[in-house]
């Protein structure tokens, strides 16, 4: 009977010792299955949260937004002409318009 030759054997030989271990070896694909392949791996939900707390804080600023929008809507209901003169720089004939620019303390310091 005829030896069989592994044409694999001269790979095998620069394979580090630790990795010829069969169980060794199946916990690294283990793991690799685990955190990259699997559905619910914990990249993938790592991923999710941090999309998650994206989308809280957008739903923060709109909400602030909504409020703000929702204040002009009532002013303007109230007092149509006044809303349109102080957002829309509106004037009647004959009349000259002075529009003055207050600075945030905010403003200043970035400067």
Do not use: C
């Not at 069989?4 to 001269?10: C, K, L, Q, V």
């Not at 991923?47 to 809507?73: G, T």
């Not at 720089?89 to 403003?107: A, L």
């Amino acid at each position: 009977m005829a030896r069989r030759i592994n044409p694999f054997g001269p790979l095998l030989e620069n394979v580090p010792a630790p990795l010829k271990n069969k169980y060794i070896l199946t916990l690294i694909v283990f793991l690799f299955i685990v955190f990259f392949v699997n559905k619910i791996s914990p990249w993938k939900q790592w991923k999710l949260q941090s999309a998650k707390e994206e989308l809280k804080a957008k739903k923060e600023y709109y909400k602030a937004e909504l409020e703000e929008v929702n204040l002009d809507k009532r002013d303007s209901d109230r007092d149509p002409e006044k809303f349109a003169r102080e957002h829309y720089f509106m004037k009647k004939k004959g009349e000259d318009v002075f529009i003055i620019v207050e600075e945030d303390e905010n403003s200043e310091k970035k400067k």
